[in-house]
C-alpha cells in the first residue's frame, strides 16, 4: 500500500472490512501463512500482525526483532519477503536477507537483481534479472545466471545457479520437494526436476539445456503456451495444474500430469503443449462474464 495501511478485505463483499498501519511507508510486499500476517516496506522494516475477532488488526511486532543492516537501508519499492515455520527471507535488490526468530542471520548478494522468491523448509528458490545470451555460443564466458536455489542446510549457505537455454530473466517461480517451476520475458516456462538436487559447493553453475547429472538436476520441458515475449508474471500449481498469468491478461491451465519429457522446443503456440496436453486458456476480462471452459 502507497499510504503503510494493512487492509483487510472480505473476498464476498470485495469490502474493506479493517485496516490498519504503522507509519505511512510504502508496503513494497504482505504475506500471510498459518495465521501469520507479515508486511515489510520499502526501507526494509518488517512488522507482524494478528488478526483479531471481529475483524481486528493488531500490531504484535517485538522490540528490536528484524533489524535491518545500514547496507540495505536505502529506500527501494521492490522488495520481496517469504517466510516459513523456521526462517524468513527479504530481498533489496541484488541481496538476500536471512531472519531466524526475529534475529538478523546473514545478508548476502547474488549475481543480479532479484525478481521473485519462493522459500520452501531450508531451500530458496530465486528467479534474477541475469544475463541474455545475445548471440555468442561460447560456454567458456562467464554469463550471469536468472535462477537459483539456496540451501541453507549447510554454513555457510550453498547455491546452485542456473541458466535457462535464451538465460532470459526469471519473474516468477515456484518451488516444490520435486520440481522446480520458472515463468520468464519471453513467454517461456520452464519445468526442472529437482527431486536429487546436489550442492557439492558453495556456489555451483549450470547450464540447464545440458546434462546435469553430477548435481541431480533435469531440464523436463519449456512450455511456450503463451505469447512471444508476453512477460508471465504469476505462476502456480496445485500438483496436477500449471496455472500462469501474463501481461496482457490471459490466464492459461496446463495439464501438469500430461507432460511427455525430453519433446523438442516448438514455436509459442498450442501445439508445444504435446499432443497428450491439454490447456485452458482465458482473459482476465472474460472471466467475470463467462468461465473458461
Sequence with gaps: AENGYVKLIDINTEKVVARERVNSNYLSDVK?????????????????????PGHVLRNITKEGSFPVPRLLQPRDIERLMD???DLLVTTFKTHITIYRGGS???????????FCIDLKDDFLAFGCKGE????????????????GIINFKYSP????????????????L?????????????????IINIEKIKFPEVETFIDLDEENKEVGVRMIKTLRSH????????LKSDGYRIFSGDETGKIIVHDFLMFEENNEDKPNDKENLGEKSESIECRVDQIAATPCE
Design 227 to 234: 505469447g512471444y515475449r508476453d512477460f508471465i508474471w504469476a
Design 32 to 52: 500471510f501463512k498459518n495465521d501469520i500476517l507479515l508486511c515489510l516496506d520499502w526501507f526494509g522494516n518488517i512488522h507482524q500482525w494478528k488478526i483479531l
Design 157 to 172: 549457505p550453498r547455491i546452485l545457479y542456473m541458466r535457462t537455454k535464451d538465460n532470459d530473466p526469471v519473474i516468477s
Design 174 to 190: 515456484q518451488l516444490f520437494s520435486r520440481f522446480l517451476m520458472l515463468g520468464d520475458v519471453n513467454g517461456e516456462i520452464h
Design 132 to 147: 541474455t545470451r545475445e548471440e555468442t555460443t561460447d560456454r567458456s564466458i562467464f554469463i550471469n545466471p536468472v535462477a
Design 104 to 114: 538478523f542471520v546473514l545478508s548476502f548478494p547474488v549475481y543480479s537483481d532479484v
Design 83 to 85: 517466510f516459513g515455520s
